[in-house]
């Protein structure tokens, strides 16, 4: 039956009774945008080559696989929405754990099971698309209906939490982006000391004989309380990641250490563009979402419960891992002067401190770079989760929480995006460095193409000549049996009995 005022039937939002034009109008649209994107992203990838940019045109491959998983993640979402709704479970089960508080229903049973449908999580997007979502979906209220038990996830909770899977993705790459940005300006800043050294003679005052107090490093870092007092010494190391992370002597000193024992022969080696170059391969790793970053992801929906203000809390641990991971950081340039200070009295020459694991968390470099890029995971979960939540059920929400749990987060998350860029990233750029091996980076990239070549070469003729032995090995006791029969054979024919016969 039509409706009044022009409107339209149930039947006729079906997609056997929609114009042709707007079906072909729509996907129209939908792939001209998809291909722009992709012609977009395919010539980016084709600026990075032409620059030699290898490492971030991994990093655009990496984001390329990110946009694949989404597409899969959708697709899932899609065809299996009508299982989903076909899965029902008692209403009991749907009273525990709930992001909003559930208005009282005056209607019995049924009231419950409507209100399990237009609970707080959905109000407030009851719009035309919504309503659309609502009436496709009845198929499966009614069926669970029958059996006096509720869907499982309705057809419009199972759209938004669609959407916030793309939106979370979305923003991890975008501050993943902003904040290599942003901490690249800053460390690029260092390039005049490099240039600054590359220009002077290193050599000239080699031989002279300084009291270690006489360095800028020693008198910056060592500053007589690390013996006494190793909270005094953290403590420093805490406000130092604030304000001059890095100064001018620690990064010719970390340079210097480096250079002497990994590269001793190359005294002008390029510290710097090293460094950039291990940046830029380490974004790939911190723009990807891992496997276990999802974990976090389904642990932090589940803890989602009214009156817990569980975002809330979880909005400080990114911060204090992060305060304790640039604390760490600053630390380990202390005690490289520490190191220094309490085995040396005067120096000959200049000043060389010793890189090694040990200074690191359970002897891990690496360590590093993982939590790094969990902080910006969780610091993307944060701000995606709030602009979902105000683009999706508005400011007013119970889902949204309120004000002064709403303003907290978001100021902990500007902090946390800038502190991270400007002073930590920085500081795991070069103080990573310090560790007992030196990356591949190192070399240029047609060296690293040619020394994968021949590594690749090696192995193969290793394997090559491991096969060639084994066919040896296993052709040889057949010639040493048949050697053996004619020893034999001559034995007999040369022993007594047959001479006196």
Known sequence: MGEAGGGFSEEQMKLEYTPTWIVAGVCSVIVLISLLVERLLHHLGKILQKRDQKPLFEALQKVKEELMLLGFISLLLTVFQGAIQKICIPPGWANHMLPCKRKESSAGGGGATKEHLSSQFLVGVLNHGGRRLLTSGEFGIEH?????????????????????????????????????????????????????????????????????????????????????????????????????SVTKSDYTTMRLGFIMTHCRGNPKFDFHKYMVRVLEADFKKVVGISWYLWIFVVIFLLMNVNGWHTYFWISFFPLFLLLALGTKLEQVITQLAHEVAEKHSAIEGDLVVKPSDEHFWFNQPRIVLYLIHFILFQNAFEIA?????????????????????????????????????????????????????????????????????????VKKRTAQKAENESASA????????????????????????????
């Not at 949204?400 to 795991?428: E, N």
């Not at 040889?476 to 048949?482: A, L, Q, Y």
């Open 474 to 501: 296993n052709e040889k006791p057949p010639v040493e049996s048949s050697v053996k029969i004619e020893m034999n054979l001559l034995a007999k024919e040369n022993s007594p009995q047959n001479g006196a016969s």
């Open 144 to 244: 669970c209906q029958k059996k006096g038990k509720v869907p499982l996830l309705s057809l419009e909770a199972l759209h938004h939490l669609h959407i916030f899977i793309f939106v979370l993705a979305l923003t991890h790459v975008v501050f993943s982006v902003l904040t290599m940005v942003l901490g690249g300006i800053k460390i690029r800043q260092w390039k005049h000391w490099e240039d600054q050294i590359q220009k002077d003679d290193i050599r000239t005052n080699s031989r002279k004989i300084r009291h270690v107090n006489q360095f800028e490093f020693i008198r910056d870092r060592f500053k007589g309380i690390g013996k006494d007092s190793q909270i005094l010494s953290w403590l420093h190391s805490f406000v130092k990641q604030f304000y001059g």
């Open 385 to 457: 989760f709030f602009f979902w939540i105000l683009t999706t059920f508005g400011f007013d929400s119970c889902i949204m929480g309120q004000v002064g749990f709403i303003i907290p987060r978001l100021v902990i998350g500007a902090i946390i995006q800038l502190l991270c860029s400007y002073s930590t990233l920085p500081l795991y750029a070069i103080v990573t460095q310090m560790g007992s091996y030196f990356k591949k980076e190192i070399f240029e990239d047609h060296v690293q193409q040619g020394l994968v070549g021949w590594a690749q070469k």
